[in-house]
């Protein structure tokens, strides 16, 4: 049975074969992340961050075995909650209610997210677009593109966007105040931003005919509304860092400035790249739609 499920892929097996490796592979993981924990004695933050990287390492070589890079994906949404549940074993953070309130956040953005990955992802043919194409364009380095540029780099982003969750439950002293409250109510919405705009685009999806753009709900409000709710949720957790731990606000912030730069000059640049060369009318809709920031006021968007 062993040796059925971990021969090398054949073209278009089962997803549900496909979901199995996945399951096993990040079982794998972060078995392999949870040892390192148990015998290193650093600071809790430098032990979590080589659990994640070694975990990371599993992935990329499973990633490997596979030829498909998308095996990745949902380690972004996964290792989050896993990381505060394992930081609240190690200190004792200024509010409880604080905790309880970014874990509920967390818990809601990465079950979202994963269950949107594990049902829409086709299976081990498909894999993400942006990956061949940065192997391609790193010519005979693409395979350290693939460890550094795909695996390791995103890795690294969202540790540092963890970093105010490091804060209020090891490193923070502030109680809960008024600053979590407008973070609870930025995150909550973020989450929910993104969640409503990626119901909205696989709706468009299902009936659109080659050329089509989505420009109805909240697509005619930005380009880009699920990046703009992904964004959201690293500024709200940068805010719940700050409430906690104000006089580290350097490094509290440093994940959410990467998310906003990572997104505004990398995956947004391809995406609308790639739109352009699908869809060349797609640029009088760059012209007359906000890429990030919503226009509020639908006067303009009908003409």
Known sequence: MIQA????????????????????????????GGVVLAVSDADPLWRALLADLVATVVVFAASRWHRNSSFYDPFWSVVPPLLMLWWMTQGVGPSQLREFIVLALLLYWATRLTCHWAYYWPGLHHEDWRYPMLRTRAGRYGLLM?????????????????????????????????????????????????????????????????????????????RHPNYLGEIGLWVGLALFGLAAHPSGALWVCLGAVAMVLMFRFASIPMMEERSLQRRPEYAEVMARIPMLLPRLSKTRLDH
């Open 5 to 32: 499920i971990w021969r090398r892929p054949e073209p278009n097996i089962p997803k549900s074969e496909a979901l199995v490796r996945v399951t096993v592979v990040y079982v794998v993981a972060l078995f392999a």
């Open 146 to 222: 693939d460890f550094l540029g795909v695996h390791m780099f995103p890795t690294l982003q969202v540790f540092m966007g963890m970093l105010p969750v490091y804060a209020m439950t090891v490193a923070g002293d502030r109680a809960f105040n008024i600053v979590d409250v407008l973070a609870t109510v930025i995150t909550f919405a973020a989450i929910t931003l993104q969640m409503v705009s990626d119901f909205q685009l696989h709706a468009f999806a299902d009936k659109a005919q080659p050329g089509d753009t989505l420009e109805t709900g909240l697509w005619a409000r930005c």
